[in-house]
């Protein structure tokens, strides 16, 4: 992620900071959350002068570029349709979409708009343009050959994505940790692609986080290519620095010498992070080389302001994507409030669409960027590092994804509710426990009798290992002569192999001579 934390990037982070006092100072007229159609024609003019005002004051500043310190101009549209921003840069900046940059250009520009649109009720992305033409026009998409194991099969259509059961297969999945050293030639150093802020190196904890990730995805039988796994504790000469330190461009030169067109998509370019910019190009390239069914991108999140906090995603805006983030988020959700001193950790419903991230624009296969927390907030920070954190919010990250792989929905776990039950003294009432929501088995079912106080307060505990054992276990209630006469409240607690407690139920029996 996002603001720049090099030695290089330091004007844009001090014009980030001069800029921060703006955005938060700003004074925008509050027109209320509405869709753009919604809106009434002055408020959408409102709103896009806001935002041009806003963004302008981004572009006018310059720095942006060693090469080019010129100041931006830019231009603010609605796609009413579409319920959709979209942000017009200059046309020079064309040739330079491709560079961390850039990327680090347009978010700061989407900080300074995040008032406006904030403002957008259901708002499906923001999307840029240069010279009003897309990062595709600037730089047409390089096809790869395929690797070892292509999807002969895939059709890649609109949506381009097809079940890793049609094709015979298990799924696969490539996991992709933000950032690593880089080669600057300015300053001939390795270099990692942000600073350590609140004790974080993004750079060196999401390998950390993606091997909790890699785990899971294995538990559930995936496929997995971790590109910056911890275990590659092997030296790069040339660095001197283990390879799971490194950007994933070094790797790939080594091990795939023929392509080029990978690891080395700037061959002619002369900027001094240039490698930096072939690192994030290489990463969708090589997922689509391999033939990945998904693609998870795992980076801890920085905003010019400490208080920004909480997990995010980020698409580029096609069916399968959202899906798959959507699902994502929910199961980071369930799974990272199971724990009690993490339970108001803020994690969204949507994600957020973004046109300009290349990580997804340039992928073949549903494609999420995972911000897991803002390592530019104390708080998170700490979080960060807690290592039941980071398998909680990744054992979400896979769920979500098993989840989008076999088409299902992201459900709140619950107990469902029955019907009042009748039995006679001296006889079992039995109830079935059916839940709503995907639990992990093994999961323990506990029933206990309410509002009990006397000596006889049954309750009972199973474990059940899959959803066969659960559809046969019966909760049972013997009725008692102490229970004439007054209905008898069971309650019934399900906690699964996560961790995660589902909403009880209570269940009432009526029991007669």
Same mark, same amino acid.
């Given at each position: 992620?996002?603001?720049?934390?090099?030695?290089?990037?330091?004007?844009?982070?001090?014009?980030?900071?001069?800029?921060?006092?703006?955005?938060?100072?700003?004074?925008?007229?509050?027109?209320?959350?509405?869709?753009?159609?919604?809106?009434?024609?002055?408020?959408?003019?409102?709103?896009?002068?806001?935002?041009?005002?806003?963004?302008?004051?981004?572009?006018? =500043?310059?720095?942006?570029?060693?090469?080019?310190?010129?100041?931006?101009?830019?231009?603010?549209?609605?796609?009413?349709?579409?319920?959709?921003?979209?942000?017009?840069?200059?046309?020079?900046?064309?040739?330079?979409?491709?560079?961390?940059?850039?990327?680090?250009?347009?978010?700061?520009?989407?900080?300074?708009?995040?008032?406006?649109?904030?403002?957008?009720?259901?708002?499906?992305?923001?999307?840029?343009?240069?010279?009003?033409?897309?990062?595709?026009?600037?730089?047409?998409?390089?096809?790869?050959e395929p690797g070892p194991d292509p999807k002969q099969d895939d059709p890649h259509d609109g949506e381009r994505i097809v079940e890793p059961t049609q094709l015979g297969r298990a799924p696969v999945v490539a996991i992709s940790p933000g950032h690593g050293l880089y080669y600057n030639y300015r300053f001939k150093d390795w270099r990692p692609h942000r600073e350590t802020t609140n004790g974080i190196l993004e750079d060196d904890i999401t390998p950390v986080m993606a091997g909790f990730l890699a785990s899971a995805?294995?538990?559930?039988?995936?496929?997995?290519?971790?590109?910056?796994?911890?275990?590659?504790?092997?030296?790069?000469?040339?660095?001197?620095?283990?390879?799971?330190?490194?950007?994933?461009r070094y790797l790939l030169e080594k091990e795939l010498p023929d392509h080029p067109e990978i690891w080395h998509a700037f061959a002619s370019s002369q900027i001094s992070d240039r490698e930096r910019n072939e690192d994030l190009r290489s990463r969708p390239l090589y997922a689509n080389f391999l033939g990945?069914?998904?693609?998870?991108?795992?980076?801890?999140?920085?905003?010019?302001?400490?208080?920004?906090?909480?997990?995010?995603?980020?698409?580029?805006?096609?069916?399968?994507?959202?899906?798959?983030?959507?699902?994502?988020?929910?199961?980071?959700?369930?799974?990272?409030?199971?724990?009690?001193?993490?339970?108001?950790?803020?994690?969204?419903?949507?994600?957020?669409?973004?046109?300009? =991230?290349?990580?997804?624009?340039?992928?073949?296969?549903?494609?999420?960027?995972?911000?897991?927390?803002?390592?530019?907030?104390?708080?998170?920070?700490?979080?960060?590092?807690?290592?039941?954190?980071?398998?909680?919010?990744?054992?979400?990250?896979?769920?979500?994804?098993?989840?989008?792989?076999?088409? =299902?929905?992201?459900?709140?776990?619950?107990?469902?509710?029955?019907?009042?039950?009748?039995?006679?003294?001296?006889?079992?009432?039995?109830?079935?426990?059916?839940?709503?929501?995907?639990?992990?088995?093994?999961?323990?079912?506990?029933?206990?009798?309410?509002?009990?106080?006397?000596?006889?307060?049954?309750?009972?505990?199973?474990?059940?290992?899959?959803?066969?054992?659960?559809?046969?276990?019966?909760?049972?209630?013997?009725?008692?002569?102490?229970?004439?006469?007054?209905?008898?409240?069971?309650?019934?607690?399900?906690?699964?192999?996560?961790?995660?407690?589902? =909403?009880?139920?209570?269940?009432?029996?009526?029991?007669?001579?």
């Open positions: 992620m996002n603001v720049s934390h090099t030695k290089e990037g330091r004007g844009r982070r001090k014009l980030a900071a001069a800029l921060l006092g703006f955005f938060s100072t700003c004074i925008s007229v509050n027109v209320g959350a509405a869709t753009l159609a919604e809106m009434s024609p002055e408020d959408r003019a409102l709103l896009v002068n806001e935002m041009n005002a806003s963004a302008n004051t981004v572009g006018s =500043k310059g720095l942006f570029y060693d090469d080019d310190p010129l100041p931006i101009s830019i231009s603010v549209s609605l796609d009413i349709e579409k319920n959709h921003v979209v942000v017009d840069m200059d046309e020079r900046i064309g040739p330079r979409t491709e560079y961390a940059a850039t990327e680090d250009l347009l978010d700061l520009i989407r900080f300074s708009i995040l008032n406006q649109i904030d403002r957008i009720d259901g708002l499906r992305g923001v999307s840029f343009l240069f010279g009003g033409k897309p990062s595709t026009y600037w730089f047409p998409e390089p096809e790869p995805l294995q538990s559930d039988r995936v496929a997995v290519h971790n590109f910056r796994p911890e275990q590659n504790v092997l030296v790069h000469s040339p660095s001197g620095q283990p390879w799971w330190r490194l950007g994933v990945a069914d998904a693609f998870l991108h795992v980076h801890t999140n920085a905003h010019i302001s400490a208080e920004a906090r909480g997990a995010r995603a980020i698409i580029h805006e096609r069916g399968p994507d959202r899906r798959l983030a959507v699902n994502v988020l929910c199961s980071m959700r369930e799974l990272i409030h199971s724990k009690d001193e993490f339970s108001s950790y803020p994690v969204p419903l949507q994600p957020l669409a973004l046109v300009g =991230k290349g990580e997804n624009d340039h992928a073949k296969m549903p494609s999420v960027i995972v911000e897991v927390g803002f390592h530019t907030n104390p708080q998170d920070a700490l979080l960060l590092r807690n290592k039941e954190f980071q398998g909680l919010a990744m054992r979400g990250v896979a769920k979500g994804y098993r989840l989008f792989r076999e088409g =299902k929905p992201c459900e709140d776990l619950a107990v469902k509710p029955v019907r009042e039950a009748f039995g006679r003294v001296g006889h079992d009432v039995y109830f079935p426990v059916g839940l709503t929501g995907n639990p992990a088995f093994p999961v323990s079912v506990t029933s206990r009798v309410r509002n009990c106080s006397g000596h006889y307060c049954p309750s009972q505990w199973v474990r059940l290992f899959n959803q066969t054992e659960l559809e046969k276990h019966r909760v049972s209630f013997l009725c008692i002569r102490s229970n004439l006469g007054k209905p008898v409240e069971l309650s019934i607690d399900v906690r699964d192999d996560d961790g995660v407690a589902a =909403k009880p139920a209570t269940y009432k029996v009526v029991c007669g001579q």
